[in-house]
């Protein structure tokens, strides 16, 4: 007995299975993980470096350069990047896909260690940090409220960020704030000098007082033995005042008669954050971030999240409220509420073409019931795989609707074909599904061919071909399988006995007649087809090419760049004043605003590691707006921002988990520029920076070309004087005077209330200081005694200088970085600018990187791929048909789908993308299986059933003419509705459903006609001249 047989004989049986799959898929699509994006786990780990006070051509050649040393031994590396700018550096390791990144991470730490061993500064810090998708941020919260920084700062550590991070599913939290309490100590220099007290006394004596020291082990009358310890840390604001820092004419000097003492933030002048509402009303915000564990759903976390924060709200002062500043799940649940409803247009689009063709409503039921069984079936089979619904999941879900009809329509049309032959009803049903089960088997097999290869491809982009081609492939295998157990089982209950009708006799009549015609004339026809039908593969060039495109929603991420010497209340005077500009220009337009501006090294550092950005002289501004469209809101902040005169640069993405997770804060070309001047002398390298950027912008094809290095900042360059010397001043002291001086020192620890804080000492006049003030800085001389002062002038020379504000690096080798926007597609341009710009600086060579590299890097690898899932797809119809001239003839119809993509691509303006080049393997196998099934059914009515070889193309041809127009459309129909997606995610749907109808409409309506030419040729060329041009095995009746 076969499938067909069986399904029919044990109709309860075959029922009660589906039924029970149906119900197991409910319940899967509970529990299946539903995330952003599949589990990529993308090949980068960066290493954080913090080096206070340290420049960056220091941290570069003292730090950096033997930190890369170190992890390019590290086995697996494809690339080292690095950036240096003031006090931190990044260095972010790329290993080749496929590297066990826990072991990644675990050998970067084992050869950080080992240079510790040379590397012995206490300020020099490192942190390792890894990121992927499966802990990508769930939850952007803002924490506001009517008090100070350090008020919300505690409450947050406190009360809410203990509850948060129990709840299930979440993986971690962090708090984007220095607002901890700090005990600060402002020593007064001109009191310090007054009691010839310097620094390191200051130091030296907290120190001593501000500790527990142990005294060692003593017998008491020899009959116990205690531990003895000195008490001396300090527990109040007063135990720190009464210190004696030194003793001048018998009198000792207390800390408080130099210095004044508080709790206050760690940094005066650190990073701030604030939150406007529609109104503008200002209030204080600070920044929490909520990951996911990995494997968590995304959705359920977000709303386990939102759903405790109303509980924590009854918790908290009045004035204090919780925000969610940015969801990442409400893209994910945008989409879910997109697949429905494109499945839902779907099956009606399906179910009207079906029954304009078949005219039954039985008939109509019998099909339809074929989508939505096979779609459970795969998300059950994805779920037992470990796979998530994600934006690919599910788009390759939206397309397989239509693709899941295909198989039951040819069973269902063979049905009828049976019966209008007058064999018995139940026999009609079971031949007709085995008449066309070989077909349909070699169908699938080449579905899930075509698709084999991607596990060559390289980058990010395997891993999401990988997802969409596990669900094309399920869902075909799983629709064979419905095509011939369900379709036979429901026709032998709900198809009718009466005579066979075809509604479209017409069509076929019309087609039967075109073909006739064109195989009477087969070489000028199959030369006139192939010459019309392959002319749009030369729109290839004149195609726009990108990697991916992203749709922009209602909210943007602003970085506004000020020149690189702006002092932190430069920035937080053009912060307010952008944010009112806003507001003025966009009235009742903004839903919230966020501003954040300044740094600290460490935030710094790890926001360069993890794809975020904060710097002094940065301002980061979130915005949400209303009933206003993304371009003309982007027109309106452009023109606010670029009007203001502190403003260097600024850059406006859109705050998508898509956009920030693959691309970055990076936009348009990123070119790179290497010349041996930059070894030699970076600075005069930044001027050929310049140069280079002031040609590229004079291009007519270039939007915009901006440096990705900001301007050399002024310095003050300090040589100490032999008088200096001779007083026992060295460059590490007054390195550390200056520093204590400029931003502080943190000299230990201490408990206030509760509370665990650090303690620093430093001096208010800060950088906020004039030359002539700065030079006459009174400093104590480490050997002399008595009236050790001195003025900075007197022991140092002081001069003016330049020095890069940051220096980058890749593989070793000092870049520069220019970030082009043009008005073409980036790969196009990129090859042009490359040319040019080595024609006309012979002394550069140029490389890119960002989008255009993976561009370049995916679309090499996908042609080579594409090439081989081509040479398997025809060996394995070789093996099922038995045959090379079949398959030979099929694969040279897939010309004709890349011909359509590619005219479609150009029609609509779309670019071709990672999407297109999965809509390519799409369509190679739809053109695979409508191929196999033509072809198949006429070598059977030539070979089998004795008609001529001109019969048997009419006869086969008009018999598989309803079947393959039904499934190119139904495709078609299944991915229509996709082109009006307005979720904020790749699933917008025009990149995919545009060149998959594209190349549809065109490659069926030639395969119908190009297929049965080249068919009739193949048979009636002599096979010993055939075997003799084309040295193929030809197949005779």
């Given at each position: 007995?076969n499938l067909?047989?069986?399904?029919v004989?044990?109709?309860?049986g075959?029922t009660i299975i589906?039924?029970?799959?149906?119900?197991l898929?409910?319940?899967?699509?509970k529990?299946?993980?539903?995330?952003?994006?599949?589990p990529?786990?993308?090949?980068?780990?960066?290493?954080?470096i913090?080096y206070?006070?340290?420049?960056?051509?220091?941290?570069?050649q003292q730090?950096v350069?033997?930190?890369?040393e170190q992890?390019?031994?590290?086995?697996?590396v494809?690339?080292?990047?690095?950036?240096c700018?003031q006090?931190?550096?990044?260095?972010?390791?790329k290993?080749?896909?496929?590297?066990?990144l826990?072991?990644a991470?675990?050998?970067?730490?084992?050869?950080?260690?080992?240079?510790?061993?040379?590397?012995t500064?206490?300020?020099?810090?490192?942190a390792?940090?890894?990121?992927?998708?499966?802990?990508?941020?769930?939850?952007?919260?803002?924490?506001?409220?009517?008090?100070?920084?350090?008020g919300?700062?505690?409450?947050?550590?406190r009360?809410v960020?203990?509850y948060?991070?129990?709840?299930?599913?979440v993986g971690?939290?962090?708090?984007?704030?220095d607002a901890?309490?700090?005990?600060?100590?402002?020593?007064?220099?001109?009191?310090?000098?007054?009691?010839?007290?310097?620094?390191?006394?200051?130091?030296?004596?907290?120190?001593?007082?501000?500790g527990?020291?142990s005294?060692?082990?003593?017998?008491?009358?020899?009959?116990?033995s205690?531990?003895?310890?000195?008490?001396?840390?300090?527990?109040?604001?007063?135990?720190?005042?009464?210190?004696?820092?030194?003793?001048r004419?018998g009198?000792?000097?207390?800390l408080?008669?130099?210095?004044?003492?508080?709790?206050?933030?760690?940094?005066v002048?650190?990073?701030?954050s604030?939150?406007?509402g529609?109104?503008?009303?200002q209030e204080?915000?600070?920044?929490y971030?909520v990951?996911?564990?990995?494997?968590a759903?995304?959705v359920?976390?977000?709303?386990?999240?939102?759903?405790?924060l109303q509980?924590i709200?009854?918790?908290l002062?009045?004035?204090?409220?919780?925000?969610v500043?940015?969801?990442?799940?409400?893209s994910?649940?945008?989409?879910?509420d997109?697949l429905?409803?494109?499945?839902?247009?779907?099956?009606?689009?399906?179910?009207?073409i079906?029954f304009v063709?078949?005219?039954?409503?039985?008939e109509?039921?019998?099909?339809?019931?074929?989508?939505?069984?096979?779609l459970?079936?795969t998300?059950?089979?994805?779920?037992?795989?470990?796979r998530?619904?994600?934006?690919?999941?599910l788009?390759?879900i939206?397309?397989?609707s239509?693709?899941?009809?295909?198989?039951?329509?040819?069973?269902l049309?063979?049905?009828?074909?049976?019966?209008?032959e007058?064999k018995?009803f139940?026999?009609a049903i079971?031949?007709?599904?085995?008449?066309?089960f070989?077909?349909l088997?070699?169908s699938?097999?080449?579905?899930?061919?075509?698709f084999?290869?991607?596990?060559?491809?390289?980058?990010?982009?395997?891993?999401?071909?990988?997802?969409?081609?596990?669900?094309?492939?399920?869902a075909?295998i799983?629709?064979?399988?419905?095509?011939?157990?369900?379709?036979?089982?429901l026709?032998s209950k709900?198809l009718g006995?009466?005579?066979?009708s075809?509604?479209?006799?017409?069509l076929?009549?019309?087609?039967?007649r075109?073909?006739?015609l064109?195989i009477?004339?087969p070489f000028?026809?199959?030369?006139?087809i192939?010459?019309?039908?392959?002319i749009p593969i030369?729109?290839?060039p004149?195609?726009k090419k990108?990697f991916?495109r992203?749709q922009?929603?209602?909210?943007?991420r602003?970085?506004?760049y000020?020149?690189k010497?702006?002092?932190?209340?430069?920035?937080?005077?053009?912060?307010?004043?952008i944010k009112?500009?806003i507001?003025k220009k966009?009235?009742?337009?903004?839903e919230?605003?966020?501003?954040?501006?300044?740094e600290?090294s460490?935030?710094?550092?790890?926001g360069?590691?993890?794809?975020f950005?904060?710097?002094?002289?940065l301002?980061?501004i979130g915005?949400?707006?209303?009933?206003?469209?993304?371009?003309?809101?982007y027109?309106?902040?452009s023109?606010?921002?670029?009007?203001?005169?502190?403003?260097?640069?600024f850059?406006?993405?859109?705050a998508?988990p898509?956009?920030l997770?693959?691309f970055?804060?990076?936009?348009?070309?990123?070119?790179?520029?290497y010349?041996?001047?930059a070894?030699?002398?970076?600075?005069?390298?930044?001027?050929r920076?310049?140069e280079?950027?002031?040609?590229i912008?004079g291009?007519?094809?270039v939007?915009?070309?901006d440096?990705?290095?900001?301007e050399?900042?002024?310095?003050?360059q300090?040589?100490l004087?032999d008088?200096g010397?001779?007083?026992?001043?060295s460059?590490a002291y007054?390195?550390?005077?200056?520093?204590?001086?400029?931003?502080?020192?943190?000299i230990g620890?201490?408990?206030?209330?509760?509370?665990?804080?650090?303690v620093?000492?430093?001096?208010k006049?800060?950088?906020?200081?004039?030359?002539?003030?700065?030079?006459r800085?009174?400093?104590?001389?480490p050997?002399?005694l008595?009236?050790?002062?001195?003025?900075?002038?007197d022991?140092a020379?002081i001069r003016?200088?330049?020095?890069?504000?940051?220096?980058?690096?890749?593989?070793?080798?000092?870049?520069?970085i220019?970030?082009?926007?043009?008005?073409?597609?980036?790969?196009?341009?990129?090859?042009?600018?490359k040319?040019?710009?080595?024609?006309?600086?012979?002394?550069?060579?140029?490389d890119?990187g960002?989008s255009?590299?993976?561009f370049?890097?995916?679309?090499?690898?996908?042609?080579?791929?594409?090439?081989?899932?081509?040479?398997?797809?025809f060996?394995?119809?070789?093996?099922?048909?038995?045959?090379?001239?079949?398959?030979f003839?099929?694969l040279?119809?897939i010309p004709?789908?890349?011909?359509g993509?590619?005219?479609?691509?150009?029609?609509?303006?779309?670019p071709?993308?990672?999407?297109?080049?999965?809509?390519t393997?799409?369509?190679?196998?739809?053109v695979?299986?409508n191929?196999?099934v033509l072809?198949?059914?006429?070598?059977k009515?030539y070979?089998?059933e004795n008609l001529?070889?001109?019969?048997?193309l009419?006869?086969?041809?008009?018999?598989r003419?309803r079947p393959?127009?039904?499934?190119?459309?139904?495709?078609?129909l299944?991915?229509?509705?996709s082109?009006?997606?307005?979720?904020?995610?790749?699933v917008?749907?025009r990149?995919f459903?545009?060149?998959?109808?594209?190349?549809?409409?065109?490659?069926?309506?030639f395969t119908?006609?190009?297929m049965?030419?080249?068919?009739y040729?193949?048979?009636?060329?002599?096979?010993?001249?055939?075997?003799?041009?084309l040295?193929v095995?030809i197949?005779t009746k």
């Amino acid at each position: 007995m076969n499938l067909p047989q069986i399904s029919v004989s044990r109709l309860r049986g075959i029922t009660i299975i589906y039924v029970s799959f149906i119900v197991l898929a409910l319940f899967a699509l509970k529990l299946i993980p539903v995330d952003i994006l599949p589990p990529v786990e993308a090949p980068y780990v960066s290493v954080a470096i913090t080096y206070q006070s340290a420049s960056p051509e220091q941290i570069e050649q003292q730090v950096v350069k033997y930190v890369e040393e170190q992890i390019k031994v590290v086995e697996g590396v494809e690339e080292i990047r690095s950036i240096c700018e003031q006090g931190v550096a990044v260095v972010q390791v790329k290993f080749r896909v496929g590297e066990n990144l826990d072991f990644a991470v675990q050998r970067i730490n084992e050869r950080l260690e080992f240079l510790k061993r040379t590397i012995t500064d206490p300020n020099i810090q490192f942190a390792v940090l890894r990121f992927t998708s499966s802990t990508f941020p769930v939850l952007f919260l803002g924490v506001t409220g009517k008090r100070d920084r350090a008020g919300l700062y505690n409450i947050l550590d406190r009360t809410v960020s203990p509850y948060i991070s129990s709840l299930p599913g979440v993986g971690g939290t962090l708090i984007l704030a220095d607002a901890q309490r700090n005990l600060n100590i402002w020593v007064d220099p001109e009191k310090m000098r007054k009691y010839n007290i310097g620094i390191l006394d200051v130091k030296n004596a907290i120190a001593q007082y501000n500790g527990d020291f142990s005294a060692g082990k003593i017998s008491l009358g020899g009959q116990s033995s205690v531990y003895a310890t000195v008490k001396g840390k300090f527990s109040s604001i007063d135990d720190a005042k009464e210190i004696v820092v030194a003793v001048r004419g018998g009198i000792p000097i207390k800390l408080k008669d130099i210095a004044e003492i508080e709790v206050s933030s760690r940094y005066v002048d650190s990073s701030r954050s604030y939150f406007f509402g529609s109104d503008g009303e200002q209030e204080t915000v600070l920044l929490y971030l909520v990951r996911k564990r990995p494997g968590a759903n995304i959705v359920e976390v977000s709303d386990e999240v939102k759903k405790s924060l109303q509980k924590i709200s009854n918790e908290l002062p009045a004035d204090v409220k919780i925000r969610v500043l940015l969801d990442f799940a409400d893209s994910i649940r945008k989409t879910i509420d997109e697949l429905k409803t494109t499945i839902y247009y779907s099956v009606i689009a399906i179910s009207i073409i079906t029954f304009v063709f078949v005219r039954r409503i039985r008939e109509l039921v019998i099909l339809v019931v074929s989508i939505p069984t096979s779609l459970f079936f795969t998300i059950l089979t994805l779920y037992f795989l470990g796979r998530s619904l994600n934006i690919i999941t599910l788009s390759a879900i939206i397309a397989s609707s239509g693709i899941v009809i295909d198989n039951s329509i040819v069973v269902l049309e063979s049905i009828k074909r049976r019966q209008s032959e007058g064999k018995p009803f139940l026999r009609a049903i079971i031949d007709g599904a085995n008449y066309v089960f070989i077909p349909l088997l070699g169908s699938t097999v080449t579905n899930f061919i075509v698709f084999l290869p991607i596990v060559f491809i390289k980058g990010i982009s395997f891993y999401l071909f990988l997802d969409f081609a596990l669900v094309i492939t399920v869902a075909s295998i799983i629709s064979l399988f419905v095509a011939v157990t369900l379709i036979p089982a429901l026709s032998s209950k709900l198809l009718g006995k009466e005579e066979f009708s075809y509604p479209m006799e017409w069509l076929e009549k019309g087609y039967k007649r075109a073909l006739r015609l064109i195989i009477n004339h087969p070489f000028i026809s199959l030369v006139i087809i192939s010459s019309v039908g392959f002319i749009p593969i030369l729109l290839f060039p004149k195609v726009k090419k990108e990697f991916l495109r992203v749709q922009e929603g209602q909210d943007m991420r602003i970085f506004v760049y000020l020149y690189k010497s702006a002092s932190w209340h430069v920035a937080e005077k053009t912060a307010f004043k952008i944010k009112d500009e806003i507001y003025k220009k966009m009235p009742g337009k903004v839903e919230y605003m966020f501003l954040r501006y300044g740094e600290s090294s460490f935030g710094r550092a790890f926001g360069r590691a993890q794809r975020f950005t904060e710097a002094e002289n940065l301002i980061l501004i979130g915005i949400r707006f209303k009933e206003i469209s993304y371009a003309n809101a982007y027109k309106i902040i452009s023109d606010v921002i670029s009007s203001d005169p502190n403003v260097e640069e600024f850059r406006i993405i859109s705050a998508n988990p898509v956009n920030l997770f693959i691309f970055g804060q990076s936009r348009g070309i990123e070119m790179q520029v290497y010349s041996d001047l930059a070894e030699e002398n970076y600075l005069k390298f930044l001027e050929r920076l310049k140069e280079i950027r002031n040609f590229i912008r004079g291009l007519d094809f270039v939007r915009a070309a901006d440096i990705e290095i900001g301007e050399p900042v002024p310095e003050l360059q300090l040589t100490l004087w032999d008088y200096g010397k001779s007083l026992g001043f060295s460059p590490a002291y007054l390195g550390d005077f200056l520093s204590t001086l400029i931003t502080g020192t943190q000299i230990g620890t201490v408990t206030l209330n509760g509370l665990n804080m650090d303690v620093f000492i430093r001096t208010k006049e800060g950088r906020e200081i004039d030359l002539e003030s700065f030079l006459r800085i009174p400093v104590k001389s480490p050997i002399v005694l008595q009236d050790g002062y001195v003025h900075l002038s007197d022991i140092a020379r002081i001069r003016w200088g330049l020095s890069p504000s940051e220096i980058q690096r890749i593989n070793s080798f000092r870049v520069g970085i220019i970030s082009v926007d043009t008005a073409e597609s980036d790969f196009v341009a990129a090859q042009k600018l490359k040319s040019l710009v080595e024609k006309n600086f012979p002394d550069v060579r140029v490389d890119f990187g960002g989008s255009v590299q993976e561009f370049g890097q995916t679309f090499s690898s996908v042609l080579a791929i594409f090439g081989l899932a081509i040479f398997l797809d025809f060996a394995s119809m070789v093996v099922i048909l038995e045959s090379f001239s079949l398959p030979f003839i099929i694969l040279f119809t897939i010309p004709l789908a890349i011909a359509g993509v590619f005219l479609a691509l150009f029609l609509t303006g779309i670019p071709l993308s990672l999407l297109s080049f999965i809509s390519t393997f799409l369509l190679a196998g739809v053109v695979v299986n409508n191929g196999i099934v033509l072809l198949e059914v006429i070598q059977k009515k030539y070979r089998e059933e004795n008609l001529d070889l001109v019969g048997a193309l009419i006869e086969g041809g008009g018999e598989r003419l309803r079947p393959i127009l039904m499934t190119s459309l139904t495709t078609i129909l299944g991915v229509f509705p996709s082109i009006f997606g307005s979720s904020e995610t790749l699933v917008g749907g025009r990149d995919f459903a545009v060149p998959t109808i594209g190349g549809l409409i065109y490659s069926s309506f030639f395969t119908l006609f190009l297929m049965p030419t080249m068919y009739y040729i193949f048979m009636k060329i002599p096979e010993k001249l055939l075997r003799k041009k084309l040295k193929v095995k030809i197949d005779t009746k």
